[in-house]
């Protein structure tokens, strides 16, 4: 169904359940609970993944620090879930070797038991024996299907053999095996496309919001038309990450959920650099205690990512202050190496969904997830709170299982092994800015593209890799413009929007 078929279907039949927010977590339930036979609508106010799960730092990994902080659990079901990643969608997430320069030896030892008693706030600088060990579990919760390689641990002669440029204050160099997301808004998009091939039960539509409910009813608009117009759900499933508690006060409901806190990326045009890393995410710990990264994104190098508490989502943006601190850190690893503004290609800043804590550093607060439930009348409602990019099929099948319980349904099918966008026959990534005519045509009829920003900076990578030119803009937007029947004003305006957008959250001006 196109577009306005789909509006006009929810006018007729309202779904069983309706999901508002489509990041990762919002898409991986849609599709569970579709494979079940369920009814469900699933909107967001935006375009699919371009909120909180655009923003990532593009790993599928299990979180090798979260052992510090006892959380074992967390960190085998995140660790498995990077290997379903890996072997369901391998053309979208491949093995990553991460590299940690390390600078100390015994450094680190008290960490744990001092964050169980209370009594550190901000960890001491982990040295090269308490990495040893976590890595030790980490190879273990890989399991016996090896999908990834066992860590490596090197001297600083072998580790400044392999990384020349690499910074001879090293004492150690650690490698282990995570992944990489190629393209964490394809792999959404992907997940999409397989939930409506399922039939007419599964509905999605981006640029739709919540704007009301009561016990009976939600009322929805359009974005593009203004047009509202109600659906009486039987479940509502609240997974609209850091703006779940703004969801919730839509329905008359307040909560307080989430702590959010943003984390910032830079992207960088340094050949120097890229050539230095070869393959290998560089993965360690700056002075101040953050965990920080340098990241291979195809011909670019990625850096960040910051940790700081927010109260409004919206207004995320990778500030000067953050660009400086990750132009210094990559100093710390790499200092024959310069990095400066002029290298910058594209900046994001992203807000995480974390659960509402207390706790004063940002670094101590739960990745994981859980449910948390209200009523709006007859209707429950299940906020969806925290979780990893990684862990997202984990946690819509708990969603799922949780709804179907609700229902009175029994699960069909699991998704552990289902392969996402068809596995290895997934629509190739594409890294030139060479598209064809007949290319973007594919795109448009296959993925719900309203806006030109969503083809720019959600379904290609021509904006993440700095790739846009001003002709650039107008070529697609012409042949976009043609696609969906756009007026030449139309065409006028879609540019504008993203050459704003494009200069005010990214720091890119053409």
């Given at each position: 169904?196109?577009?306005?078929?789909?509006?006009?279907?929810?006018?007729?039949?309202?779904?069983?359940?309706?999901?508002?927010?489509?990041?990762?977590?919002?898409?991986?339930?849609?599709?569970?609970?579709?494979?079940?036979?369920v009814d469900t609508l699933l909107i967001d106010r935006s375009d699919f993944c371009?909120?909180?799960?655009?923003?990532?730092?593009?790993?599928?990994?299990?979180?090798?620090?979260?052992?510090?902080?006892?959380?074992?659990?967390?960190?085998?079901?995140?660790?498995?879930?990077?290997?379903?990643?890996?072997?369901?969608?391998?053309?979208?997430?491949?093995?990553?070797?991460?590299?940690?320069?390390?600078?100390?030896?015994?450094?680190?030892?008290?960490?744990?038991?001092?964050?169980?008693?209370?009594?550190?706030?901000?960890?001491?600088?982990?040295?090269?024996?308490?990495?040893?060990?976590?890595?030790?579990?980490?190879?273990?919760?890989?399991?016996?299907?090896?999908?990834?390689?066992?860590?490596?641990?090197?001297?600083?002669?072998?580790?400044?053999?392999?990384?020349?440029?690499?910074?001879?204050?090293?004492?150690?160099?650690?490698?282990?095996?995570?992944?990489?997301?190629?393209?964490?808004?394809?792999?959404?998009?992907?997940?999409?496309?397989?939930?409506?091939?399922?039939?007419?039960?599964?509905?999605?539509?981006?640029?739709?919001?919540?704007?009301?409910?009561?016990?009976?009813?939600?009322?929805?608009?359009?974005?593009?038309?203004?047009?509202?117009?109600?659906?009486?759900?039987?479940?509502?499933?609240?997974?609209?990450?850091?703006?779940?508690?703004?969801?919730?006060?839509?329905?008359?409901?307040?909560?307080?959920?989430?702590?959010?806190?943003?984390?910032?990326?830079?992207?960088?045009?340094?050949?120097?650099?890229?050539?230095?890393?070869?393959?290998?995410?560089?993965?360690?710990?700056?002075?101040?205690?953050?965990?920080?990264?340098?990241?291979?994104?195809?011909?670019?190098?990625?850096?960040?990512?910051?940790?700081?508490?927010?109260?409004?989502?919206?207004?995320?943006?990778?500030?000067?202050?953050?660009?400086?601190?990750?132009?210094?850190?990559?100093?710390?690893?790499?200092?024959?190496?310069?990095?400066?503004?002029?290298?910058?290609?594209?900046?994001?800043?992203?807000?995480?969904?974390?659960?509402?804590?207390?706790?004063?550093?940002?670094?101590?607060?739960?990745?994981?997830?859980?449910?948390?439930?209200?009523?709006?009348?007859?209707?429950?409602?299940?906020?969806?709170?925290?979780?990893?990019?990684?862990?997202?099929?984990?946690?819509?099948?708990?969603?799922?299982?949780?709804?179907?319980?609700?229902?009175?349904?029994?699960?069909?099918?699991?998704?552990?092994?289902?392969?996402?966008?068809?596995?290895?026959?997934?629509?190739?990534?594409?890294?030139?800015?060479?598209?064809?005519?007949?290319?973007?045509?594919?795109?448009?009829?296959?993925?719900?593209?309203?806006?030109?920003?969503?083809?720019?900076?959600?379904?290609?990578?021509?904006?993440?890799?700095g790739q846009l030119t001003l002709a650039l803009v107008e070529e697609l937007g012409?042949?976009?413009?043609?696609?969906?029947?756009?007026?030449?004003?139309?065409?006028?305006?879609?540019?504008?929007?993203?050459?704003?957008?494009?200069?005010?959250?990214?720091?890119?001006?053409?």
């Open positions: 169904m196109n577009r306005q078929d789909t509006l006009n279907s929810l006018k007729s039949k309202s779904p069983t359940v309706l999901i508002v927010g489509g990041g990762i977590n919002g898409v991986g339930t849609f599709r569970d609970l579709t494979l079940q036979g371009s909120g909180a799960s655009a923003a990532s730092s593009r790993m599928a990994h299990g979180g090798i620090r979260y052992l510090e902080n006892g959380e074992f659990r967390l960190v085998r079901e995140a660790v498995q879930e990077r290997n379903r990643m890996i072997q369901n969608a391998p053309s979208l997430v491949k093995p990553l070797p991460t590299t940690i320069p390390i600078f100390k030896t015994f450094s680190g030892m008290l960490n744990a038991p001092l964050k169980f008693l209370g009594w550190l706030e901000k960890p001491s600088e982990r040295g090269g024996l308490i990495i040893k060990v976590g890595l030790i579990f980490y190879d273990a919760f890989t399991g016996k299907d090896r999908t990834v390689p066992r860590h490596v641990f090197d001297g600083r002669r072998k580790a400044i053999q392999k990384y020349p440029l690499l910074n001879h204050a090293i004492r150690y160099a650690a490698t282990y095996y995570d992944g990489i997301i190629l393209s964490p808004e394809r792999l959404t998009i992907e997940l999409l496309i397989d939930a409506e091939k399922v039939g007419d039960t599964a509905r999605s539509l981006n640029y739709l919001s919540l704007t009301g409910g009561n016990a009976e009813s939600v009322t929805l608009r359009d974005e593009l038309t203004g047009e509202n117009f109600e659906v009486c759900p039987k479940l509502i499933i609240n997974a609209a990450g850091p703006w779940i508690d703004a969801t919730n006060r839509i329905l008359g409901k307040s909560t307080q959920y989430v702590g959010p806190t943003k984390g910032s990326h830079l992207v960088l045009n340094n050949p120097k650099l890229r050539e230095a890393i070869g393959d290998h995410e560089f993965f360690f710990e700056n002075k101040d205690g953050r965990i920080v990264l340098i990241f291979p994104l195809f011909d670019k190098v990625m850096i960040g990512t910051s940790d700081l508490p927010i109260n409004d989502p919206d207004s995320a943006r990778c500030t000067d202050e953050e660009v400086e601190y990750f132009i210094e850190m990559v100093g710390r690893v790499f200092p024959g190496i310069k990095v400066s503004r002029e290298q910058i290609v594209f900046r994001f800043s992203g807000v995480r969904p974390l659960a509402y804590t207390k706790a004063k550093n940002a670094g101590q607060i739960t990745r994981d997830h859980h449910i948390q439930e209200d009523r709006l009348g007859n209707i429950p409602i299940f906020s969806l709170v925290g979780g990893k990019w990684t862990s997202f099929r984990a946690f819509s099948e708990q969603v799922t299982d949780r709804a179907l319980e609700f229902l009175n349904l029994t699960r069909k099918t699991n998704t552990r092994s289902l392969p996402i966008g068809a596995g290895k026959d997934a629509m190739p990534i594409k890294t030139d800015p060479n598209y064809t005519r007949e290319e973007i045509t594919a795109i448009v009829k296959r993925e719900k593209i309203v806006h030109l920003d969503d083809l720019l900076m959600r379904r290609t990578l021509l904006a993440y890799l012409d042949w976009l413009g043609d696609e969906l029947g756009w007026s030449g004003q139309q065409r006028k305006e879609e540019e504008e929007r993203v050459i704003r957008i494009l200069a005010d959250k990214h720091g890119v001006r053409l």
